[in-house]
C-alpha cells in the first residue's frame, strides 16, 4: 500500500516566512555589527561577517531558519527597528523586503533589503589553522579586567609573552618601553606537538590591537597560529568563533 503524498497548505507556507528572533540571536547580531556595519545573511541558519580591513571573520550558527538571503547595508539600523517592539516578529513576504511588527500592539514596520554586491561577501577560508603555535583558556574574567585596563591606561596592544616558562597575557603600548603594563598569567597552555616544542618555541611575543578583540561576552579558548592569526573558540556558544589577525 503506497502512503498518500503529504501537501503544505498556504498556511503551513505563510508560517515558514515568520520568525522570531531570539534575545541570543539579537545580540550576536549586536556584536557583529561592531565588526561590520553590513551583513550578508543567506537563506539558513548560519550568520558570519568579516572586517572591512579584512582582519577579523566571526561566525555562529543560530536557533532560528532565516527563509531568504537578507543583505543589510545599515546593520545598527536594522536592529534598531528590532528594538522598537516589544516583541519582535519578522515576516519575509519576497526577497526584496522584511516586515517587522508585533502581533500585539498591530504596530509594523517594513525593512528593504540592499544590493549584496554592495556589501561584498566573505571569502573561504579554512577554519582548520596552519602551523599551531599555542593554545590556551582565557576566562571571561581576565578579559574583563585586561579591557578595562586597556582603557585605564590608554593603551592599544594585548601582548601574549612566554618566557622561561612562565605565560602571560597584558595590555601595554608596545613601543613605549617606559609603558604601563597591566598582565595576568595564561591558565593551560599547550603547544600542538609538546615532543617537537624547542626552547625557542616557548619563549614567544604574540601582540593584537585592543580594538580587534571585538568578542562578545564569555570565556574562550584560543589558538594562535605561526601565520599571525588566531582562533578565539567561545566555550560559552557553541558554535561561535572569531578568526583575528595578529600585528606584526
Same mark, same amino acid.
Given at each position: *500500500?503506497?502512503?498518500?503524498?503529504?501537501?503544505?497548505?498556504?498556511? @503551513?507556507?505563510?508560517?515558514?516566512?515568520?520568525?522570531?528572533?531570539?534575545? @541570543?540571536?539579537?545580540?550576536?547580531?549586536?556584536? !557583529?555589527? @561592531?565588526?561590520?556595519?553590513?551583513?550578508?545573511?543567506?537563506?539558513?541558519?548560519?550568520?558570519?561577517? *568579516?572586517?572591512? &580591513?579584512? &582582519?577579523?571573520?566571526?561566525?555562529? =550558527?543560530?536557533?532560528?531558519?532565516?527563509?531568504?538571503? *537578507?543583505?543589510?547595508?545599515?546593520?545598527?539600523?536594522?536592529?534598531?527597528?528590532?528594538?522598537? !517592539?516589544?516583541?519582535?516578529?519578522?515576516?519575509?513576504? =519576497?526577497?526584496?523586503?522584511?516586515?517587522?511588527? #508585533?502581533?500585539?500592539?498591530?504596530?509594523?514596520?517594513? /525593512?528593504?533589503?540592499?544590493?549584496?554586491?554592495?556589501?561584498?561577501?566573505?571569502?573561504? $577560508? #579554512?577554519?582548520?589553522?596552519?602551523?599551531?603555535?599555542?593554545?590556551? #583558556?582565557?576566562?571571561?574574567?581576565?578579559?574583563?579586567?585586561? *579591557?578595562?585596563?586597556?582603557?585605564?591606561?590608554?593603551?592599544? =596592544?594585548?601582548?601574549? @609573552?612566554? $618566557?622561561?616558562?612562565?605565560? +602571560?597575557?597584558?595590555?601595554?603600548?608596545?613601543?613605549? =618601553?617606559?609603558?604601563?603594563? !597591566?598582565?595576568?598569567?595564561?591558565?593551560?597552555?599547550?603547544?600542538? #606537538?609538546?615532543?617537537?616544542?624547542?626552547?625557542?618555541?616557548?619563549? $614567544?611575543?604574540?601582540?593584537?590591537?585592543?580594538?580587534?578583540?571585538?568578542?562578545?561576552?564569555?570565556?574562550?579558548?584560543?589558538?594562535? +597560529?605561526?601565520?599571525?592569526?588566531?582562533?578565539? /573558540?567561545?566555550?560559552?556558544? +557553541?558554535?561561535?568563533?572569531?578568526?583575528?589577525?595578529?600585528?606584526?
Amino acid at each position: *500500500m503506497t502512503a498518500a503524498p503529504t501537501t503544505t497548505t498556504n498556511a @503551513q507556507l505563510e508560517s515558514l516566512k515568520t520568525i522570531k528572533l531570539s534575545k @541570543q540571536t539579537i545580540g550576536f547580531l549586536k556584536n !557583529f555589527s @561592531q565588526i561590520n556595519k553590513s551583513i550578508n545573511i543567506k537563506r539558513g541558519s548560519f550568520i558570519d561577517t *568579516m572586517s572591512v &580591513n579584512k &582582519n577579523i571573520i566571526a561566525y555562529t =550558527d543560530i536557533k532560528e531558519f532565516i527563509p531568504t538571503d *537578507m543583505a543589510i547595508y545599515d546593520l545598527p539600523l536594522f536592529l534598531g527597528a528590532l528594538s522598537l !517592539f516589544e516583541t519582535p516578529t519578522l515576516h519575509f513576504p =519576497d526577497d526584496k523586503k522584511v516586515v517587522i511588527f #508585533d502581533a500585539a500592539t498591530k504596530a509594523k514596520t517594513t /525593512y528593504y533589503y540592499s544590493d549584496p554586491e554592495i556589501i561584498g561577501k566573505i571569502p573561504e $577560508f #579554512d577554519p582548520n589553522l596552519p602551523e599551531k603555535a599555542i593554545e590556551f #583558556d582565557l576566562p571571561q574574567a581576565d578579559i574583563t579586567s585586561l *579591557m578595562q585596563a586597556a582603557r585605564v591606561y590608554g593603551v592599544e =596592544d594585548l601582548c601574549v @609573552q612566554g $618566557f622561561n616558562g612562565a605565560y +602571560s597575557v597584558c595590555v601595554k603600548d608596545k613601543k613605549n =618601553d617606559t609603558s604601563n603594563v !597591566f598582565s595576568l598569567p595564561l591558565r593551560k597552555v599547550t603547544f600542538a #606537538d609538546p615532543s617537537k616544542t624547542t626552547e625557542a618555541d616557548r619563549n $614567544f611575543n604574540f601582540s593584537f590591537k585592543v580594538e580587534n578583540l571585538k568578542l562578545i561576552e564569555g570565556s574562550y579558548h584560543v589558538c594562535i +597560529s605561526k601565520k599571525k592569526i588566531a582562533n578565539f /573558540y567561545s566555550l560559552t556558544y +557553541s558554535s561561535l568563533n572569531y578568526f583575528i589577525a595578529l600585528e606584526p
